[in-house]
T-cell receptor, first 113, second 116 residues
Framework: GENVEQHPSTLSVQEGDSAVIKCTYS??????FPWYKQELGKGPQLIID?????GEKKDQRIAVTLNKTAKHFSLHITETQPEDSAVYFC????????????FGQGTTLQVKP | EPEVTQTPSHQVTQMGQEVILRCVPI?????FYWYRQILGQKVEFLVS????????KSEIFDDQFSVERPDGSNFTLKIRSTKLEDSAMYFC??????????????FGQGTRLTVV
């Protein structure tokens, strides 16, 4: 079945340190992997995404890596800042017609000043 | 910047009552979704809607649920007879095109439904 596992559930880092969140997916037909940031009282907002034909993508302090063989993908945030504190969700879309997102459980990131 | 808007932000209802959650997707988007998030849990897919019909629904989306796009702009989720376990945050989302790989889903800010 379709499932995405995300770890850790909570992550606390000091400002300036790096944070890494990992996800695994079960459906080998998944081919698009977005990461969403959810701040309190708001809906999920896309921060970065990666397609299955790419191994790594970077956008300033944020990077995502994908290992298709192992069905793993990870979010890396460098030089963390207090405003990075939020809940982060990974997700996967399989190559179907509906664009349905399968979400991970979420990671609460706390960046301590 | 265009955004998905949802109303109300918070809805409290008695068990057994009907509720309608409303969404205005981004105007030129073609694919529409409802997701829900029970407190402390993951975001779960409920239903996808394209070309005025449901394209996929989850096991959660039983006969008590329905969706409608009545006027070309609003997209509604109706729960006919609410249960306590329907209490959750409900998110509407829309995608412009190419509902498969590579297209960003835009989410609304959510409606918190509390069934008492």
């Amino acid at each position: 079945g379709e499932n995405v596992e995300q770890h850790p559930s909570t992550l606390s880092v000091q400002e300036g340190d790096s944070a890494v969140i990992k996800c695994t997916y079960s459906d080998s037909a998944s081919n698009y992997f977005p990461w969403y940031k959810q701040e309190l009282g708001k809906g999920p907002q896309l921060i970065i995404d990666i397609r299955s034909n790419v191994g790594e993508k970077k956008d300033q302090r944020i990077a995502v890596t994908l290992n298709k063989t192992a069905k793993h993908f990870s979010l890396h945030i460098t030089e963390t800042q207090p405003e990075d504190s939020a809940v982060y969700f990974c997700a996967a879309i399989r190559s179907s017609n509906t664009g349905k997102l399968i979400f991970g459980q979420g990671t609460t990131l706390q960046v301590k000043p | 910047e265009p955004e998905v808007t949802q109303t109300p932000s918070h809805q409290v209802t008695q068990m057994g009552q009907e509720v309608i959650l409303r969404c205005v997707p981004i105007s030129n988007h073609l694919y529409f979704y409802w997701y829900r998030q029970i407190l402390g849990q993951k975001v779960e897919f409920l239903v996808s809607f394209y070309n005025n019909e449901i394209s996929e629904k989850s096991e959660i989306f039983d006969d008590q649920f329905s969706v409608e796009r009545p006027d070309g702009s609003n997209f509604t989720l109706k729960i006919r007879s609410t249960k306590l376990e329907d209490s959750a945050m409900y998110f509407c989302a829309s995608i412009l095109r190419d509902r498969g790989a590579g297209t960003e889903a835009f989410f609304g800010q959510g409606t918190r439904l509390t069934v008492v």
